[in-house]
């Protein structure tokens, strides 16, 4: 939800966007895979200026507060829609914070896996970046890359052009660009950054906005399963007069509406400094959330839902594949718990308490 005036004034030019530009059957993203960079759209959210919302804390003066820019990847999930929002407005913030300017464009970043590593090498007054980095997102649409580099045990941050890379395209499970991306390129000064911690903000920021992209298509599931139901007739009434039914929908409404929660509060809370366990605890609950909501929306809609005419499968297909981006329930239940551990005079409660 937005917190401001003008984020307000934001999310409703968003949505009228959605409404009046976006067209799935057009672009094939509510039955065909792989689902197609929508250019128009792209060039429609350029221009409005939603692409670059999302700016550090010390250039917040300059942009509209973090958690009604980052609503905007909540709005563009629920339609569904085939763009690189969030990793843009992710690119640009990370490219900001550590005094680098990103090109204009679609950008996306790597490596999206906490064990791969990119690698800097000093090239006289330049840098050479070399590596590969896999299941990078939207990267064979993308105009360039923000990525993360080590230089002598050091985090770098540097802004890659396009030209500098050779993509090798591959799919996710929702037909999704991930792709292989081959580093190998000569950056002048101005495109390299030390930023210390810049590999685990960009892991948390990755998991942030896949965690609100999700409860955006949790709502948009939501929306499909109610209007479904009430047509759907079986035995002569509405599958909606039948208890399993009913049970069904409100397990879908209660996992997004603890799903919407737990981002909410991390983007209520995103301008303090420690904001990981947040990141972490609404990064677990929106993948628990997206695996209990997937079934039960395929349980009331049937066979119907995984017909190549029908977008519900697109929609449950991107939860799975969204869960396990930037770390999955797993990797981020260890963090919360090492993070736990490492302080026992502090007890359960006032862990959750205070440092969530």
Do not use: C
């Not at 966007?17 to 959210?45: C, H, N």
């Not at 919302?53 to 085939?82: K, M, S, T, W």
């Not at 407005?89 to 680098?100: E, R």
């Not at 009434?237 to 919407?260: C, E, G, L």
């Amino acid at each position: 939800m937005s917190t401001s005036e003008i984020g307000i004034l934001v999310a409703n030019t968003a949505e009228q966007i959605m409404s009046r530009d976006y067209q799935p059957g057009q672009s094939g993203t509510d039955a065909s895979f792989p689902a197609p960079f929508d250019e128009k759209l792209w060039a429609v959210l350029e221009e409005a200026g939603l692409t670059a919302a999302l700016e550090p804390a010390a250039n917040a003066d300059l942009g509209i507060p973090a958690a009604d820019a980052l609503a905007l990847v909540r709005i563009v999930a629920r339609h569904g829609a085939p763009v690189p929002l969030a990793e843009t407005l992710v690119a640009n913030w990370l490219a900001k914070d550590a005094g680098l300017e990103a090109p204009s464009g679609p950008l996306t970043l790597a490596p999206n896996h906490r064990l791969e590593r990119l690698e800097l090498v000093q090239d006289g007054q330049n840098w050479r970046i070399t590596g590969t980095a896999r299941h990078v997102p939207f990267a064979r649409d993308a105009a360039g890359f923000v990525i993360v580099a080590d230089h002598d045990g050091q985090d770098y941050v540097a802004v890659v052009d396009a030209s500098g890379v050779t993509v090798t395209p591959k799919d996710n499970v929702a037909g999704e660009a991930r792709d292989t991306v081959v580093f190998s390129a000569s950056l002048t000064q101005d495109a390299v950054a030390r930023h210390d911690g810049a590999r685990n903000q960009l892991h948390e920021m990755g998991a942030l906005v896949r965690a609100v992209q999700m409860s955006g298509a949790m709502e948009a599931i939501l929306d499909m399963t109610m209007e479904y139901a009430p047509q759907r007739v079986q035995f002569g009434k509405p599958i909606t007069k039948f208890q399993a039914v009913q049970n069904n929908i409100a397990a879908i409404m209660s996992q997004m509406s603890a799903a919407r929660a737990s981002v909410e509060y991390v983007l209520a809370t995103f301008e303090r400094g420690d904001r990981g366990n947040a990141i972490a605890a609404a990064k677990i609950r929106t993948g628990e959330a997206a695996t209990i909501v997937s079934r039960q929306a395929h349980q009331v809609q049937g066979a119907i839902g995984f017909t190549q005419d029908y977008a519900l499968h697109t929609l449950t297909r991107r939860l799975w594949a969204w869960s396990d981006e930037f770390g999955n329930e797993t990797e981020w239940m260890h963090r919360l718990g090492s993070a736990l551990f490492a302080r026992p005079d502090q007890g359960l409660w006032a862990f959750i308490t205070e440092d969530i």
